[in-house]
């Protein structure tokens, strides 16, 4: 992972690169190695039914892409700030959404099931949405992260109550996502994140809801 201070020293092309190369990682699932080690379950997971684990795959691929888009909107801010500290969080965020993005493709290998055909229209459209929130101003775009975390923390907590009770494996990865997002959520707001006009986060939410409903089978 490139550091902020090193990409400002490449040429727009090389950074472009650089960003390509992100995305297609993301949205391929070759981001496979995580920096911390997998949340591990203090009981094991018990051999689930077919509907159990069809479910247990439908969710995790959900919380796959939503760290795709995480990628793509950190990136994309940071690819318009040019303030070091929020250069730093929102770099340093994205290397811990990298975790959960290994954490939830291991997960969905070892159910047997498969990532979002959608991955490409995730990642390009948060891309653009994180970029857009950065030009809007430094408080403003962090407002933007600090509300997306928020969601985020309130669709993996309702998670929680619909993967199946004994997959705890899956359960372990989606709570310790939880603690991360709130710790970015309290991050942002701490740099001086400004909260959104309630009609914008209601309209994240209806996108959200409708992105959760699309990445849950396809």
Known sequence: ?????????FSVLDRII??????????????????????????????????????????????HVGEV??????FGQAWVTRDAAVSKFLLHSATEEADHLAWCHQRICALNGRISWLNPVWYGGSFILGAVAGASGLQWGLGFIAETEHQVGMHLKSHLKKLP????????????????EAEHCREAQHLGAKPLPSFIAHAMRMCA?????????I
């Open 165 to 180: 009770a004994h997959d705890h494996a899956s359960r372990a990865i989606v709570q310790q996502m939880v603690q991360d």
């Open 18 to 63: 650089i960003e390509m190369d992100r995305g297609l990682r993301a949205m391929t699932g070759a981001v496979r190695v995580s920096a911390r080690p997998c949340p591990r379950a203090q009981q094991p997971t018990q051999r689930l039914s077919q509907q159990a684990r069809a479910r247990s795959i439908g969710y995790m691929r959900v919380n």
């Open 209 to 217: 809801k409708g992105m959760t409903t699309v990445a849950y089978w």
């Open 69 to 74: 888009c995480a990628q793509a909107l950190y």
């Open 1 to 9: 992972m490139f550091g902020s201070n090193s990409v400002r020293q």
